[in-house]
């Protein structure tokens, strides 16, 4: 039976992984993982998660089921971060998933289940996004994501979402674009979120990176915009980066209801598919996370520590962008794009060049991991680049 499964592709970056470990040279560079790197290159623990894992261990007196839902407190305590502190919250309701991958799995099996036939999508995405629509069966229509200036494509979007209606919904990234860095302005945004609500689309809001943009609120405001603009929404939040919490596998999924009596039915089918799939999400993540929400001073030393995280990121983004054209690619726009990523428009043999003579280490898409370059590296990077110019 099993013989007919054929291979599949192996995943193009666990490859690149591979490569990079094989590498003996002692000035290669990483910027392929999608995970922050201090200035010395580690991804470590934060400080407060590990004062509250620390505290969880001491307190913690069961292990027993908690259901589907997950731990509660946790989702509520995301609730003022992602939605904001003020305003009525009655039809905003969540539950807990394994990692934003979970939220956003659970988004888009319930917006099948409710109908939804078709999800447009700005084109280049993290390339899960259209996997799990495969997967979960709904059909996909991608519009580009970006313009050739480096900012995001609003033509493409607003042709996208004309020829669209009620029976199709609109993934949107938050904040810190994956795999581009490139965000909406809080103009595009308003824009966004009247022509969804004009034409019934269901928003299906992932943000993945809160915190490592512009700031915790800045980056939900689209989130929010979009949110005050439509009668219903669904939202996948990932706890992963912005607590540091990767392999626990900490997310939460929220939905906004047209209607506050709807909640209990929606979250009824939330739960039956969770049941199906991962019946519970993990615990312990989604634990230490709460406890840092619920006491302020670790709240203050997560949110402190997710400052100088966004800081680091910045200031690379500025050398770059400070360096203008190297190699025919003109980096002056990662300044104000957002994130962990940017894409260089690399050709293939370029890619190749910097791996096998400069050892710098890049997803195939041009992607480069921001976090990945340190003041010991930086200027090797751009020198590199400057090396495999094709004219
Ligand atoms: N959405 C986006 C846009 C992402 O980039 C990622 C992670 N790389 C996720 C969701 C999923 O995050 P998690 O690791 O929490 O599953």
């Not at 499964?5 to 990483?30: C, E, G, M, N, V």
Request: aromatic content about 6%; overall charge negative; some cysteine.
């Amino acid at each position: 039976m099993l013989e007919n499964l054929s291979p599949q592709p192996a995943d193009a970056l666990l490859a690149l992984i591979k490569l990079y470990a094989a590498d003996p040279r002692s000035t290669k560079i990483d910027l392929g993982v999608g995970v922050y790197r201090t200035g010395q290159g580690a991804t470590p623990v934060f400080g407060a998660i590990k004062a509250a894992e620390q505290r969880l261990i001491n307190t913690q007196d069961s292990k027993a089921y908690l259901g589907p839902e997950g731990d509660m407190a946790f989702v509520n305590a995301l609730i003022p971060y992602v939605f904001g502190a003020a305003g009525d919250k009655s039809r905003i309701q969540g539950m807990q998933a394994p990692g934003g991958t979970g939220g956003v799995r659970l988004a888009v099996e319930l917006a099948k289940s409710a109908g939804v036939s078709r999800v447009l999508m700005g084109i280049p995405s993290w390339p899960n996004h259209a996997q799990i629509f495969a997967n979960v069966g709904i059909a996909m229509q991608g519009f580009s994501h970006c313009a050739a200036d480096g900012t995001a494509d609003m033509e493409a979007l607003r042709n996208a979402i004309e020829g669209a209606g009620p029976g199709d919904a609109l993934l949107l990234h938050g904040c810190c674009h994956n795999p581009t860095g490139i965000d909406y302005t809080v103009e595009q945004w308003s824009e966004i979120a009247s022509l969804v609500s004009s034409k019934g689309i269901l928003p299906i809001l992932d943000l993945a990176y809160q915190g490592l943009g512009q700031g915790m609120e800045e980056d939900a405001a689209g989130l929010r915009t979009v949110l005050a603009a439509v009668p219903e929404a669904l939202v996948a939040y990932s706890c992963d980066k912005n607590f540091g919490m990767y392999r626990d596998r900490v997310g939460a999924f929220y939905v906004q209801s047209a209607d506050a009596g709807q909640l209990e039915a929606i979250f009824s089918n939330a739960n039956a598919l969770a049941r199906a799939s991962w019946s519970m999400p993990p615990d312990h993540g989604a634990a230490a996370v709460r406890i840092v929400l619920e006491d302020e001073a670790l709240t203050r030393e997560w949110l402190d520590e997710l400052d100088t995280m966004r800081a680091r990121m910045r200031q690379v983004r500025d050398r770059l962008a400070a360096a203008g054209t190297v190699g025919g690619i003109d980096l002056t726009p990662l300044a104000h794009q957002n994130g962990l990523f940017s894409v260089l428009p690399l050709k293939s043999a370029q890619i190749v060049a910097l791996r096998e003579r400069h050892g710098v280490y890049m997803a195939g898409s041009g992607r480069i991991n921001i976090a990945g370059l340190t003041a010991d590296n930086i200027e090797t990077f751009i020198a590199a680049l400057g090396d495999v110019d094709e004219g």
